[in-house]
């Protein structure tokens, strides 16, 4: 049964061992090896996760089987407070496709609609079939979105929102 929890800055070791066994084999086929180790350090650094926790006030929680790390989300409110941004949702590949990435969507989308929140909103790498994924949770494309992140490599996204009420 999944459960989960709110994570900080002691969980910051955690969250770097779970996206180190995601992330790479998420984004290998979609990003050259040189793209993925700058994002990796660019966002999953410690200092990193550090300064989203405490400055960009990103709230992160793990998902756990029984006593098991499984897969983490993270998330925050924009500026627009009728708007929850997810910033991250990764689960582990033995954990796809049991409902565990659908659990941690509903427990954000739940706690940003209690929190008064009308729309949950992400972005997703065009090429990632994670696409299809959240279009199953009810997200449609509303835009793409190209980011520069520096050392001549951009994030080539579509942004996709659901409405969650509020």
Same mark, same amino acid.
Not at 77 to 83: A, L, M, Q
Not at 113 to 116: E, K, M, Q, T, V
């Given at each position: 049964m999944i459960q989960f929890r709110n994570a900080g800055s002691a969980d910051? @070791?955690?969250i770097r061992k779970l996206t180190l066994a995601v992330w790479p084999q998420t984004y290998s086929h979609i990003l050259r090896r040189e793209q993925v180790d700058y994002m990796l350090e660019m966002m999953y650094s410690e200092s990193s996760l550090q300064y989203q926790i405490n400055a960009q006030q990103h709230r992160f929680i793990i998902a756990c089987d029984g006593d098991e790390p499984v897969g983490f989300a993270s998330w925050s409110?924009? @500026? #627009?407070? #009728?708007?929850c941004k997810l910033h991250k949702i990764y689960v582990l590949q033995n954990q796809q496709g049991k409902g565990t990435g659908k659990k941690l969507i509903e427990h954000v989308t739940e706690t940003c609609?209690?929190?008064?929140a009308a729309m949950l909103e992400l972005n997703v790498n065009r090429h990632n079939k994670a696409r299809a994924f959240y279009s199953r949770m009810g997200f449609t494309v509303v835009r793409e979105e190209d980011i520069d992140i520096g050392h001549g490599y951009s994030m080539n996204d579509y942004v996709m929102q659901k409405s969650i009420g509020g």
């Open positions: 910051i @070791p955690l409110f924009t @500026p #627009d407070k #009728d708007v609609r209690a929190a008064g």
